[in-house]
Nanobody, 126 residues
Framework: QVQLVESGGGLVQAGGSLRLSCAASGRTFSSATIGWFRQASGKEREFVAGISWSGGWNDYADSVKGRFTISRDNAKNTVYLQMKSLKPEDTAVYYC???????????????????WGQGTQVTVSS
């Protein structure tokens, strides 16, 4: 069982930066694949970034490559999403999710993740 709590969201101007945190509790966190997803108003939830249990493998949606960086600190049971050069289209509720299953590659579908946080709002003004 893994419990996830996101933080770090807020209001930022276009071109600015934010760092989101996903704090986890539960014995299986250090072996879990973690993903960040986002859901804009009126749109479906979409994959943003993912990181393997070791932190050695990550993947990003094309829309955020080169601007977002995912990392994890298993000693602190925390995963981070550093977001730079933010755009108004990045406005959404951001969720972290954990998958305790073993994957070849990084899962990007919602149903491939077992645990979800409540989300944190990110608003980018133009």
């Amino acid at each position: 069982q893994v419990q996830l709590v996101e933080s770090g969201g807020g209001l930022v101007q276009a071109g600015g930066s934010l760092r989101l945190s996903c704090a986890a509790s539960g014995r299986t966190f250090s072996s879990a694949t973690i993903g960040w997803f986002r859901q804009a108003s009126g749109k479906e939830r979409e994959f943003v970034a993912g990181i393997s249990w070791s932190g050695g493998w990550n993947d990003y949606a094309d829309s955020v490559k080169g601007r977002f960086t995912i990392s994890r600190d298993n000693a602190k049971n925390t995963v981070y999403l550093q977001m730079k050069s933010l755009k108004p289209e990045d406005t959404a509720v951001y969720y972290c999710a954990a998958s305790s299953r073993t994957w070849v590659g990084l899962p990007q579908r919602l149903n491939e993740y077992d645990y979800w946080g409540q989300g944190t709002q990110v608003t980018v003004s133009s």
